[in-house]
C-alpha cells in the first residue's frame, strides 16, 4: 500500500506531526536528510559529552503539551526556573532586560540616561516615515519608540547587529522575541509591584514559566517522540535528501531521496508535509513554481548557527545556565552541566558557545581549532576559561537555524506561501517550513492542530482526491 502522507524532515515539528497522524491510523514515511533525527532540538554526542544546539529547555503555557513531553519520560522531569543573564561592561544584568536592568543593575548614570532617555522618546516622539504594515516597522524604531534612545544604542543595536550581522535598520521588529516586547513602562509597572510585594524574582523571571531538561540532554524530548511515532506505525528513515517532488497524472504524489551513498530512490504518497527550508521546497518541485515565486523563496534567507563546545574539568563556571554578552566573537555562552549533570563523564563539563555565522561568511568554515583561537582570548579576558583548561574541542551547525525578517520578509513569505497554497497535495510546516521563530512546544501544537484538522482528509485522500487545509 502506497504510503498516504510523506513528510520531509524529521526535526520537532516533522515527528510530532508523524506521531499524531500515526497515531490515529494514517499512514506516514517520514524522510531526514541527516543521520539523526531532531534538527535544532539534537544533542551532539561525543566521548560521553553531550551539546545541545545552544541552550536549550522545555517550558510550555500549553498544558496538554506540557503533559504530553513529561509523559515521554519514565522517571519525572524536575522543574526549575530559568537561569540567564546579560553581561554588560563587566556586570551581570538580568535576561530577559528589564526595566530594573537599565535602571539599577547597568549603573547609576545608565539607569539615569534610560529614564531620561525614554521620557523624551514619549514627550518628543521622532519624526518618521509610518510603516505601511507592522511587520516593515525597523528594529531600531520598534526599540527606540519602546525603550528609548539610550538603550537602544547600548543594547539592541549592538547586541541585533551582532546576532544577526545586519543593520537595525534593514530588520523588521518581527526580528525581537516575543519576551523582550515588553515596553519600558510596563516593565516599571513590574518593578513597582514587585517592590511593593517584596518579592525576590525579577520582573521577568518572576513571569516565566518553569523549565524542564532530560538526563543527558535535549535530543532525549525529540527522541521520545520519534519512539511514540514508530510505535503508532509511522516509518522514519534518517540519511535520506529529498531532492525532486512531482505529481503524477494520476494525482499521486512522488518524492525523490537520495542516499549517502548517492542512491535516488521514490516514494509515493497522497500528499507531501515539508519542514524544510522554503527555497530548498520550491528549488525541488517539478514542474518548477513561477520565476517570482522562486525570486520571493531566495529573499527568505536563514542565519545559520555555529556551536563550539569545550571539554573542561571546570566546574560552576558562569554561574548560570547561559549568559549573552556584547562585543566578542561569540553572542551566547552555555554551561551543560548547569542543564544536566549527565551530559558529561563525572568530573567534567562543556561550555559552549554560539558565534553567529551566514553561511557566506569565514566562521561558517573554519575549523574547531581556528574557532577556539577566535574565542578563548575574550573566554580567559573575562575570568571564564583560560586555554589551558580546555581539553578537546567539539563542533557543530545548523545552516537554517534563524528566520531572518528583513523589513520586506512579510511580501516575500505570502508570495511563497500563496502559491503552496494553491498546490492541494502539498503543505509547508514548522519553524523552518513556515519561516516561522518558534519554540518546541508551539512546533509541536502546529504540527497535531494541522494533523486534527486534516485527518479525515487524509483518510479519505484516495477516494476524495486530497483537499487543502482551509484553516
Known amino acids: 500500500m502506497e504510503n498516504q502522507v510523506i513528510i520531509i524532515g524529521a526535526g520537532s515539528t516533522g515527528l510530532s506531526l508523524a506521531w499524531r497522524l500515526a497515531s ?3 499512514q506516514v514515511q517520514v524522510l531526514e536528510a541527516n543521520p539523526t533525527v531532531g534538527g535544532l532540538a539534537s544533542t551532539l554526542r561525543d ?3 553531550g551539546m545541545d544546539m545552544g541552550p536549550h529547555t522545555f517550558f510550555s503555557d500549553d498544558r496538554d503539551i506540557l503533559d504530553t513531553v513529561l509523559r515521554l519520560f519514565d522517571s519525572p522531569l524536575t522543574a526549575r526556573p530559568r537561569s540567564a543573564k546579560f553581561y554588560y561592561e563587566g556586570k551581570l544584568l538580568d535576561y530577559p532586560l528589564t526595566a530594573y536592568s537599565a535602571l539599577f543593575q547597568m549603573g547609576l548614570g545608565s539607569g539615569l540616561l534610560a529614564g531620561l532617555s525614554f521620557v523624551k522618546s514619549r514627550v518628543l516622539p521622532r519624526r518618521r516615515a509610518a510603516a505601511a504594515t507592522p511587520e516593515e516597522e525597523s528594529v531600531e524604531d520598534w526599540a527606540i519608540d519602546h525603550f528609548g534612545e539610550h538603550i537602544y544604542r547600548s543594547f539592541f543595536k549592538p547586541y541585533t547587529e551582532q546576532f544577526w550581522k545586519i543593520p537595525c535598520t534593514e530588520l523588521s521588529s518581527r526580528t525581537i522575541p516575543s519576551h523582550t516586547q515588553m515596553s519600558f513602562i510596563n516593565t516599571c509597572r513590574l518593578l513597582i509591584r514587585r517592590r511593593l510585594a517584596k518579592l525576590d ?3 521577568i ?8 531538561y532530560p538526563d543527558s540532554g535535549f535530543q532525549e524530548i525529540v527522541d521520545g517522540i520519534a519512539r511514540e511515532a514508530g510505535k503508532a506505525g509511522a516509518a522514519i528513515r534518517t540519511g535520506c535528501r529529498a531532492v525532486r517532488i512531482s505529481e503524477s497524472a494520476e494525482g499521486r504524489m512522488c518524492v525523490q531521496w537520495e542516499t549517502g551513498s548517492g542512491t535516488v530512490e521514490t516514494v509515493t504518497g497522497t500528499h507531501v508535509v515539508a519542514t ?3 527555497a530548498d521546497l520550491t528549488r525541488m518541485l517539478d514542474p518548477a513554481p513561477p520565476a517570482d515565486v522562486l525570486t520571493s523563496a531566495g529573499h527568505l534567507d536563514y542565519r545559520a548557527l555555529t556551536v563550539l563546545g569545550m ?13 549573552y554578552v556584547l562585543n566578542r566573537p561569540y553572542n551566547r555562552i552555555s554551561e551543560m552541566n548547569e542543564f544536566g549533570p549527565a551530559t558529561s563523564p563525572p568530573g567534567e563539563n562543556v561550555l559552549m558557545v554560539e558565534i553567529p555565522t551566514l553561511r557566506d561568511s569565514p566562521a561558517w568554515t573554519a575549523s574547531k581549532e581556528k574557532l577556539f583561537d577566535m574565542c578563548i582570548g575574550s573566554l580567559a579576558a573575562d575570568g571564564f576559561l583560560a586555554p589551558g583548561d580546555v581539553k578537546r574541542l567539539l563542533l557543530a551547525r545548523m545552516p537554517y537555524a534563524y528566520p531572518i525578517y528583513r523589513k520586506d520578509y512579510a511580501r516575500h513569505l505570502r508570495g511563497v506561501l500563496d502559491y503552496i497554497e494553491s498546490r492541494p497535495r502539498l503543505f509547508t510546516l514548522g519553524r523552518t517550513g513556515e ?15 494541522f494533523a486534527d484538522r486534516n485527518l479525515a482528509r487524509f483518510a479519505e485522500a484516495s477516494k476524495a482526491g486530497g483537499l487543502r487545509d482551509e484553516s
Not at 563556571?317 to 549568559?323: N, T
Not at 519561516?435 to 492542530?449: E, H, L, P
Open 47 to 49: 566521548g560521553g559529552c
Open 311 to 323: 571539554v573542561t574539568e571546570r566546574q560552576n563556571i558562569l554561574g548560570c545556565s547561559y549568559m
Open 24 to 26: 490515529h491510523g494514517i
Open 435 to 449: 519561516f516561522m521563530y518558534m519554540d518546541i512546544d508551539r512546533c509541536m501544537r502546529r504540527a497535531f492542530d
Open 205 to 212: 523571571e518572576r513571569e516565566m514559566l518553569p523549565t524542564y
Open 276 to 278: 524544510i527550508p522554503l
Open 201 to 203: 524574582a525579577s520582573l
